[in-house]
């Protein structure tokens, strides 16, 4: 019960933030369109800027990330610097935005929400992964994560390679980001798989605030209804394809979270440890 009372909270607090900043960031802008797409933005935005906040305050109260795969980890500061890089540059750079123009001969779909999120997103991973070496040090990356890893910065090196020796669209700074993007769509699909197993091998999901695939999830059904109602609105649905990171992230999320959520609520429900760490699970602020 005390479980749903927080998320009541963690959602009631996203839709205040999320409609607080549209309020500020549109008072003189009477666009309905503009400002119901504003609002889908900044409620994904709190939610899944939110979600990062339930991990970081579980480690602190446990004084241990025994709940959480270090693999899971790694994939992620991959992820959330590679979409902190492509906001940025689809966002403020000029050169970037108008090849896009040129080869989708549309606006690309990235908003400020987008670089507010992955900026946030970032730091907020830099600092779960210094809680795992401050509280178990010895933990390592397994193999499989450090060949991936290996595979794909090599061919990330040879592509960027070609993209300054070459004059061309198909090797171009819009389409190294782009690719780029493409890279982190492939590693959230991998980077969920780590924590899935980690569950699964310990039977239980203590150590794993259930708060955040509920918070991602909601962040993921916004984030989508803004990608659908920004093509549709503005009838760009050549933007579906040119904003491809936001929309198969939004669906990817809300697909792995459904994992999670089955493992904490079903699967493993009748598991959870009772220990000096764990018997006040209910109290901890997830």
Request: charged residues 15%; aromatic residues 20%; positive net charge.
């Amino acid at each position: 019960m005390k479980q749903i009372y927080k998320i009541i909270i963690y959602y009631g607090l996203t839709f205040f933030i999320g409609t607080l900043i549209t309020i500020c960031l549109n008072i003189n802008n009477k666009n309905i369109n503009d400002i119901v797409s504003s609002f889908l933005g900044w409620i994904y935005f709190s939610a899944w800027s939110l979600s990062y906040y339930p991990q970081i305050i579980l480690n602190y109260q446990n004084k241990n990330v025994e709940g959480i795969s270090i693999d899971y980890y790694a994939y992620n500061i991959f992820d959330v610097s590679t979409y902190l890089l492509y906001n940025i540059f689809f966002y403020y750079n000029k050169t970037i935005q108008n090849q896009y123009k040129s080869f989708f001969h549309k606006s690309n779909l990235v908003e400020i929400n987008d670089v507010a999120f992955s900026l946030h997103g970032f730091t907020l991973v830099c600092l779960t992964i210094f809680q795992i070496f401050y509280y178990n040090p010895k933990k390592k990356l397994s193999k499989t994560t450090i060949i991936i890893f290996s595979i794909i910065f090599t061919l990330l090196s040879i592509y960027f390679i070609c993209c300054v020796k070459i004059n061309s669209i198909y090797f171009s700074g819009m389409m190294f980001f782009y690719v780029l993007s493409i890279f982190k769509i492939i590693l959230t699909i991998m980077k969920y798989t780590p924590q899935i197993y980690h569950n699964y091998k310990r039977n239980n999901t203590d150590g794993f605030a259930i708060s955040n695939p509920l918070l991602d999830i909601l962040g993921g059904i916004f984030s989508l209804s803004q990608v659908l109602f920004d093509s549709i609105i503005y009838h760009n649905s050549n933007g579906l394809l040119g904003d491809i990171v936001k929309l198969l992230l939004g669906i990817l999320t809300i697909f792995f979270d459904i994992i999670f959520i089955t493992q904490h609520f079903f699967l493993y429900k009748k598991n959870k440890k009772i220990n000096n760490v764990y018997e006040l699970y209910d109290d901890l602020p997830e």
